[in-house]
């Protein structure tokens, strides 16, 4: 297909290719882009031709059938797969993030089984996005298993309160693996704390806190309770921003900034799930928090990925006179 002739079409076929992540950002800035067809101009002999296809000409391929015909782009990787590269089996598999459904559930249960760590970790990312996913029933029964519920009566009053306890599991367990789980930690990480991240990270948030009968804000601040929030908080943070659920986001953002335990930076995932009124209520409420250094509060707008509105505009730079340091040192203090 590479020998395709010269036409208009071809031509835009080599200038996405060429620009790459760039194309999608210049397109997301034309409006009228977005209505033309962009994708990569099949050949006509498309089965014959992927056999001899390099790898990132399948990737171009795979990113227009899986918008097209995806049962047929499953079929041309399987056709290959046996003789594929772990790497380029790899980058096939992460094209189907595009339009991602629970269709697409057995094949990446396949690919699962796979000899490669790094083929099987793409697969289990994207299964752990789609909740009612084989593979999202399991991490959410190891998270679950994880928190141990106590019920007790504390105060004058007696009110009866529930905390939790958190405890990862004492032994590695070899069906882990399967679901694309390490075994071996990162250096200076303990094994324990590894395979609690590991499976908080890949947990549908929303499906933990139904399982728990939990409100979402007493789970969150219960949880930053536990000896393990140090990690177990970021886990959670990047498996709410995955999900893109705007009452998790909103729960982890706040409780970190009460606490005071990230920088606003290391928050920036949760920022970019919201959308724009969300955003901006919550950008005001961290702006009126004199307790935040003046450089993380007003860092914190340079997260959003919205245009401001009027409103929103007028509350940010008003108290700015007021609030600004006195000295330009002061900024970085």
Not at 61 to 76: D, V
Not at 146 to 153: L, P, S, Y
Not at 254 to 263: F, G, T
Not at 304 to 322: D, E, G, K
């Amino acid at each position: 297909w590479s020998r395709a002739p010269v036409t208009p079409a071809n031509l835009m076929h080599a200038a996405v290719n060429g620009l790459g992540p760039r194309f999608d950002w210049l397109r997301d800035q034309h409006s009228e882009w977005r209505t033309k067809h962009m994708g990569t101009v099949l050949p006509a002999n498309l089965e014959g031709e992927w056999q001899t296809a390099t790898v990132a000409e399948r990737v171009a391929i795979l990113k227009t059938l899986r918008a097209t015909e995806p049962a047929r782009a499953e079929a041309l990787v399987r056709s290959t797969w046996a003789d594929d590269a772990a790497d380029d089996r790899k980058k096939m598999v992460d094209r189907w993030k595009d339009g991602l459904s629970i269709a697409d559930e057995p094949f990446l249960e396949w690919a699962l089984t796979d000899r490669s760590k790094a083929v099987r970790s793409t697969a289990s990312a994207l299964l752990s996005t789609l909740p009612t996913s084989k593979l999202a029933d399991r991490m959410l029964q190891r998270a679950v298993g994880m928190i141990q519920t106590e019920t007790a009566k504390k105060g004058l009053l007696r009110k009866q309160v529930t905390t939790l306890k958190v405890e990862p599991p004492q032994e590695w367990d070899e069906s882990w693996e399967a679901d694309g789980l390490e075994e071996k930690p990162p250096t200076g990480t303990g094994k324990r704390n590894w395979w609690l991240v590991q499976v908080m990270q890949s947990v549908s948030v929303r499906r933990l806190s139904d399982t728990l009968a939990m409100n979402i804000d007493e789970l969150v601040t219960a949880l930053a309770q536990s000896e393990y929030s140090t990690s177990l908080m970021p886990a959670l943070q990047a498996a709410a921003a995955s999900a893109a659920d705007e009452q998790w986001c909103t729960a982890l953002l706040r409780q970190a900034l009460a606490a005071k335990l990230a920088q606003i930076s290391e928050l920036a995932p949760l920022w970019r799930t919201f959308p724009a009124p969300t955003s901006e209520k919550l950008l005001l409420e961290v702006i009126a928090n004199t307790k935040l250094r003046w450089i993380d509060r007003f860092d914190a707008l340079s997260y959003t990925n919205h245009r401001w509105s009027a409103q929103f505009s007028t509350a940010v730079f008003a108290p700015l006179p007021a609030t600004t340091p006195v000295t330009p040192s002061d900024v970085w203090t």
